[in-house]
């Protein structure tokens, strides 16, 4: 939804995130926001699965070009990454292509390109009992939310050998914006340093994993169970 929408939206209610920002508060399109995240949990799972202090050098295939994909391209290029991309809108993908140099996919293959990192970020449900077999890659780390058909998908990605960046965690970026443009208590700076914060959280959940032999996904489950617990 766009900020002129939230802006309509705001004639009617205060309860409104997403509008403009005034000087250096946050505020404005949460979406830069939620992919800077997605950057730095995919940096966190490439220094944890493969060893690596940066993507520079690095194939990373990016599934959805909307806002958040595109963001993400663009950090993930800036840091010299090498990038695969495919969207149902054609002109979104040209337009990475165009940008970041970026190698168009088909929009059926994408997930299943032999590269560091898989990064979802359109729809949901992608990671299934068909999808994971056919999977190339060391890592997940995408936007989209409910990435998982079911829960056993997060225990098929473990006996895959898979690094999973549970979505609600690496994609938390925007909301921590929303939530501080709301409560207006933060600048945009400092926004953007609770934001990089997802990193090393992603690589707690990954130490956790390593060491129980359970899923990220399920980790993640017990952790935001917890948090919400002790909010009550």
């Known amino acids: 939804m766009s900020v002129f929408r939230m802006e309509t939206i705001a004639r009617k209610t205060k309860y409104v995130s997403g509008l403009p ?18 950057f730095k949990g995919i940096e966190a799972a490439v220094k944890f ?19 958040v994909g595109y963001y993400l391209c663009k950090y993930l290029s800036e840091a010299g990454a090498r990038l695969l991309v495919a969207d149902i809108d054609k002109e979104r993908s040209k337009r990475a292509c165009d940008e970041f140099a970026a ?7 994408i997930l299943f390109q032999e590269v560091a990192v898989v990064a979802p970020c359109a729809m949901g449900a992608v990671l299934n009992a068909e999808s994971i077999p056919r999977l190339r890659t060391s890592i997940v780390a995408g936007s989209a939310n409910n990435q998982l058909n079911t829960q056993i998908d997060g225990q098929r990605l473990t006996d895959a050998g898979i690094l999973y960046a549970p979505d609600y965690v690496i994609n938390g970026g925007g909301i921590i914006n929303v939530a501080c443009e709301y409560y207006g208590n933060l600048g945009d700076a400092e926004v953007l340093q609770q934001v990089a914060e997802i990193g090393p959280r992603l ?12 899923p990220t996904s399920e980790i993640a489950d017990a952790e935001a169970r917890k948090i919400i617990g002790s909010a009550r």
Do not use: C, M, W, Y
Request: charged fraction near 25%; proline fraction near 4%; glycine fraction near 16%.
């Open 203 to 214: 690589t707690k959940i990954f130490e956790k994993a390593a060491v129980s032999g359970q």
């Open 49 to 67: 699965k493969l060893g690596r202090d940066s993507v520079e050098g690095l194939t990373i295939a990016v599934q959805g070009i909307g806002h």
């Open 21 to 38: 920002r005034h000087g250096d508060r946050a505020g404005g399109d949460p979406s830069p926001k939620t992919s800077f995240g997605v």
């Open 103 to 109: 190698v168009d996919v088909d929009l059926n293959d």
